[in-house]
């Protein structure tokens, strides 16, 4: 079966600091894998998608960017870090068989607070 | 624009209460509807997927209904177990080809006992 493992699950840093957020898949192959920041009392804002190594397309203009370095593997990064960069960050991935390949599976989260 | 609005925002229901949340949606070539439970500070479950109108499907105390403009789910005896946020999504279809997914608020759900 499949699983999805994002880390880390809560994390603080300062304003003006570096982040790095890791997500993985695990038991598939080619899954489109997706990053979104929830804010309190808002829906999910999708930040990145990609369908494929080297083919990540960005949603929102940020100081956030994301990479793809393995199939299954997505992560979420920022130089320097704002205060509107606090949230509660996403990551999903989809593409299992026949007409369940449309359903987003979410990791279990990282809430992020920038101080 | 495509919207995904959701109502109530909040709901409290005395266990055994059965009630219904609305999920109502402006989408061009909607290719799926999603409903998922998500608890405080955890990511989303997969609840159910519907793909056309007058689709039902059922888990537990939970049923999903579908028309060509609104979702709703129903709750049927709620326990103080099915508290949690439930989130409503579409997938939409663009002309590009490619597809996007357009989530609402949420409608938090509390069942006292």
């Known amino acids: 079966s499949q699983t999805i493992h994002q880390w880390p699950a809560t994390l603080v840093q300062p304003v003006g600091s570096p982040l790095s957020l890791e997500c993985t898949v695990e038991?598939?192959?080619?899954?489109?894998l997706y990053w979104y920041r929830q804010a309190a009392g808002r829906g999910l804002q999708l930040l990145f998608y990609?369908?494929?190594?080297?083919?990540i397309s960005s949603e929102v203009p940020q100081n956030l960017s994301a990479s793809r370095p393995q199939d299954r593997q997505f992560i979420l990064s920022s130089k320097k870090l704002l205060l509107s960069d606090s949230g509660f960050y996403l990551c999903?991935?989809?593409?299992?068989?026949?007409?369940?390949?449309?359903?987003?599976?979410f990791g279990a989260g990282t809430r992020l607070s920038v101080l | 624009e495509d919207q995904v609005t959701q109502s109530p925002e909040a709901l409290r229901l005395q266990e055994g209460e059965s009630s219904s949340l609305n999920c109502s949606y402006t989408?061009?070539?909607?290719?799926?509807l999603f409903w998922y439970r998500q608890d405080p500070g955890k990511g989303p479950e997969f609840l159910f997927t519907?793909?056309?109108a007058g689709e039902e499907k059922e888990k537990e105390r939970l049923k999903a209904t579908l028309t060509k403009k609104e979702s709703f789910l129903h709750i049927t005896a709620p326990k103080p177990e099915d508290s949690a946020t439930y989130l409503c999504?579409?997938?939409?279809?663009?002309?590009?080809?490619?597809?996007?997914?357009?989530f609402g608020t949420g409608t938090r759900l509390k069942v006292l006992a």
């Open positions: 999903a991935w989809t593409g299992g068989v026949q007409l369940a390949k449309n359903i987003q599976y």
């Open positions: 038991g598939t192959s080619n899954p489109n």
């Open positions: 990609s369908i494929g190594i080297d083919q």
């Open positions: 989408v061009s070539g909607l290719r799926g």
């Open positions: 519907l793909y056309s």
């Open positions: 999504a579409v997938q939409a279809l663009l002309a590009s080809g490619t597809y996007k997914y357009i």
